[in-house]
């Protein structure tokens, strides 16, 4: 069974920042990793989606980066402002057969950025 | 384009009452999954449909009943009402591209109380 850890739980940085949050993956075998946003009372906003043949993708300030190997996935954020506070959530989609489409999620992390 | 839509936002049930959780997605994807959220165990998959007429049983189905009768619509039955399924239910859609699922889309969510 696919378990998802994130560390930190919960990080609170100043304003211009750059952090690192940590995903990491008991079963290499997967298709895909996303990356989430959650906003207080609100729903997921995806915010990048890695291939498993992938090493990395990049979207503005944000770079997530997949070493499938050692079941580990890294979410860069750079220049961090207070709009950046949120939940993280990391999630994995399983390969293939009936599990296809399946995501497993972690815990999340919870961001907060003070001015 | 409204994209997923879940009703009721929230709702206040007594133990043993049945109810259904309303989605509708208007993307003509062909996958769709309900998700429940708890605090410090991120989302857990419910139930899934692959399409009209075909789900299948995710990680905690027991207490839960779907049905996929056309692409856009994925209600969710709550058979018994129990305090245990306090939680926040969440609604997604995606669609495939080469055998794989892309772009998750989730609703905004139903906070739903069991007293």
């Known amino acids: 069974k696919q378990e998802v850890t994130q560390i930190p739980a919960a990080l609170s940085v100043p304003e211009g920042e750059n952090l690192v949050l940590n995903c990491s993956f008991t079963?290499?075998?997967?298709?895909?990793l996303q990356w989430f946003r959650q906003d207080p009372g609100k729903g997921l906003t995806s915010l990048l989606l890695?291939?498993?043949?992938?090493r990395e993708q990049t979207s503005g300030r944000l770079n997530a980066s997949l070493d499938k190997s050692s079941g580990r996935s890294t979410l860069y954020i750079a220049a961090s402002q207070p709009g950046d506070s949120a939940t993280y959530l990391c999630?994995?989609?399983?390969?293939?057969?009936?599990?296809?489409?399946?995501?497993?999620f972690g815990q999340g992390t919870i961001l907060t950025v003070h001015p | 384009n409204a994209g997923v839509t879940q009703t009721p936002k929230f709702q206040v049930l007594k133990t043993g009452q049945s109810m259904t959780l309303q989605c509708a997605q208007d993307?003509?994807?062909?996958?769709m999954s309900w998700y429940r959220q708890d605090p410090g165990m991120g989302l857990r998959l419910i139930h899934y449909?692959?399409?009209?007429?075909?789900?299948d049983q995710g990680e905690v189905p027991n207490g839960y009943n779907v049905s996929r009768s056309t692409t856009e619509d994925f209600p969710l039955r709550l058979l018994s009402a129990a305090p245990s399924q306090t939680s926040v239910y969440f609604c997604?859609?995606?669609?495939?591209?080469?055998?794989?699922?892309?772009?998750?889309?989730f609703g905004s969510g139903t906070r739903l109380t069991v007293v």
């Open positions: 997604a859609s995606s669609y495939s591209v080469t055998g794989g699922y892309y772009g998750y889309t």
């Open positions: 079963d290499s075998a997967i298709y895909n």
């Open positions: 890695i291939q498993s043949s992938q």
């Open positions: 999630a994995v989609g399983d390969a293939g057969g009936t599990s296809y489409g399946k995501l497993t």
């Open positions: 993307m003509n994807h062909e996958y």
């Open positions: 449909s692959v399409g009209a007429g075909i789900t």
